[in-house]
């Protein structure tokens, strides 16, 4: 093993059989990684790529196939008692008993460890205090917020003193504020007690504050270096610019993606349009290398793109982790001439009459003085607003907030205990059934079924939607070739990478073409390019009249909707256009940074 090394794995390979199929899935493919002492590693990659199976064999849950792996200075596959002797470990889900309370959650890891009585006395109020759960030790862990979980879940990892932490996508469902928090922590302690940490994440923000990045995709590691080397790998090919009067930037953003072969990569950002222009390395008509002639016919032909989509005030900007990883993704795809899952929005029936802001949409959401209680406790206090036909509407706040119930009551599955809620011109208080004929919903949580199989799950809510015969086989076949499931018809659901299982989720609740779609937190958990495949697919549906309203904890996807609402402890702080909503925080320069402006400015406002 490499002298100070936490993790060293060479060649490290592993597969699976998979129902229905004679040929098994290679989920890694000849991995090498090394985890330094005292350094902070991020596994990055799309869903499938890997990064889970390698988590689970570092921590002695699954043994390789081919390869070697050496934790801590043991052999992985021959002692995996003694490696998970040594590490902590929090899972995607936090792995919390929700029943117990924060103390007895703790109190049970010191057990399963076998942590002596005398150093619980200094290390519980130690880690309570870390993670400012001091003041709940009472409260069952089910009742904490989403944030809280978080907290929680990694002191549970850390009632030992690992030598190692291993942390499987932290971040999941967890809002911006809570991030914030989970990182000043884990920042902390690596400085205070030379923790090794290898963190999954689906969010590039945080691999840019680790010491070293590998990118994964399908089993293999495409990149590995420090942000900065990856960083290097997009600079002097990004840019920003700005939309044409009245154009939305998703707009924007739509068209430059559908220029596959000229662009990397779009997102919208700041009421702009941030991009990668796809260049080779000799990017001039005469062949040369002189840098600052590649600079010149870069620029230029940034712009002349962006012109081309509507877009102006093209400038260069400096390139971003995020950035690099998608570039490095790029040559991959392009290596394998794989096609993108996305259809030209120029090719989606209807889209021409939204593609300009529409000034006076019909409202067919309209709420007025909404109210939810349980019990003495108000989940949604007197909340007012309508959405349009065709809108794209963000509903953002912290965990606890009220984001979903509200949602829950917008789709007839909850009841109002006070004010107005209609929605497709009906009264959700008196006719909830029938106003859901028109409404399709993704959950929070994966909630199709899991022991059924792709198909057989668009088959079951097919017939649920009324669907038979070769209307539902035809819808079927169109809905497994839009969101990229072919091939995947007999895999059951609950096996799926999360990006899939979040295709499925969207296909199902599409079947019956709803004109109203709500979408709680429908990326939690997946990747960058599943992301900006699912807001590609979204930006379609508003293009063609569909009004969809969603939650997110990527504050970055706000950018993509007409209008936001920002709630908190169930009361609204903020409605209108994201340039708006940034504007009223004080000149944001990105939502992130709004939102937590006018989360916190609320609280203290509420505490005085």
């Known amino acids: 093993m490499t002298s100070a090394a936490r993790v060293e794995a060479r060649g490290l390979r592993k597969c699976f059989g998979v129902r229905h199929s004679r040929q098994p899935v290679v989920a890694l493919k000849g991995v090498d990684l090394l985890v330094p002492a005292g350094a902070l590693v991020a596994l990055v990659g799309p869903d499938g790529a890997g990064k889970t199976t390698l988590m689970r064999m570092i921590c002695g849950f699954l043994s390789p196939d081919g390869g070697t792996l050496s934790v801590l200075g043991v052999d992985a596959a021959r002692n995996p008692a003694q490696v998970q002797a040594g590490i902590g470990y929090m899972p995607q889900r936090f792995g919390l008993y929700e029943d117990l309370t924060v103390l007895e959650n703790l109190e049970l890891y010191a057990d399963l460890h076998g942590l002596p009585r005398e150093d619980r006395k200094k290390r519980l109020p130690y880690l309570l205090n870390m993670t400012d759960l001091d003041k709940f030790g009472d409260r069952q862990a089910g009742r904490l917020s989403g944030g809280m979980k978080q907290k929680l879940g990694l002191a549970c990892a850390l009632v030992r003193s690992p030598e190692l932490l291993l942390l499987d996508e932290p971040s999941v469902g967890v809002d911006p504020l809570s991030r914030q928090e989970l990182w000043t922590v884990l920042l902390d302690l690596v400085r205070s007690e030379r923790l090794s940490v290898l963190v999954s994440t689906a969010y590039m923000d945080e691999a840019e504050r680790c010491d070293f990045v590998y990118v994964l995709d399908e089993g293999e590691v495409l990149a590995h270096g420090s942000p900065e080397e990856l960083r290097a790998c997009a600079s002097g090919c990004c840019y920003r610019c700005s939309p044409e009067p009245g154009l939305p930037a998703r707009i924007l953003q739509a068209g430059l993606i559908d220029n596959s072969d000229l662009i990397t990569d779009a997102v919208p950002e700041g009421g702009g349009v941030r991009f990668i222009l796809h260049c080779p390395d000799n990017r001039t008509d005469e062949g040369t290398n002189d840098e600052s002639e590649k600079k010149i016919f870069s620029e230029a032909k940034a712009r002349e793109e962006a012109a081309r989509c509507g877009g102006r005030e093209t400038t260069p900007v400096p390139a971003r982790l995020e950035d690099g990883f998608m570039v490095i993704l790029r040559k991959r795809r392009d290596a394998e001439q794989k096609l993108p899952l996305e259809q030209p929005l120029s090719t989606l029936s209807g889209s021409e009459s939204t593609l300009k802001e529409v000034p006076d949409r019909e409202a067919v959401i309209e709420v007025r003085d909404l109210v939810r209680r349980f019990g003495n406790f108000v989940a949604v206090n007197n909340t007012s607003f309508s959405v349009g036909r065709g809108e794209l509407f963000g509903l953002l706040g912290p965990n606890g907030a009220g984001k979903t119930t509200t949602f829950r009551m917008l789709c007839g599955l909850l009841p109002a205990s006070g004010g107005m809620l209609r929605v497709a011109g009906v009264d959700l208080r008196k006719a909830r059934a029938q106003a859901r004929e028109h409404l399709g919903y993704v959950a929070q949580k994966f909630s199709l079924y899991g022991s059924l199989d792709v198909r057989q799950n668009l088959e079951f809510f097919g017939g649920v939607y009324g669907l038979r015969g070769k209307a539902l086989h035809d819808r079927i076949a169109e809905l497994l070739r839009e969101f990229g499931l072919e091939g995947r018809e007999h895999e059951a659901s609950g096996s799926l990478p999360g990006g899939y299982k979040q295709r499925l989720s969207m296909a199902c609740a599409l079947l019956h073409r709803p004109g109203i779609l709500f979408l709680d937190e429908p990326t939690s958990g997946i990747d960058v390019p599943a992301r900006r495949s699912f807001w590609r697919r979204i930006t379609g549906l508003a293009a063609q009249g569909t009004t969809v309203i969603i939650t997110t ?48 400015q609320a609280r203290e406002e509420g505490a005085s």
């Open 553 to 600: 904890h990527f504050m970055e996807e706000a950018e993509y909707c007409d209008r936001i609402l920002i709630q908190d402890a169930g009361r609204v702080l903020e409605l209108g256009s994201p340039a708006e909503v940034r504007a009223r925080a004080g000149n944001a320069q990105n939502m992130e940074e709004a939102f937590i402006r006018i989360v916190r």
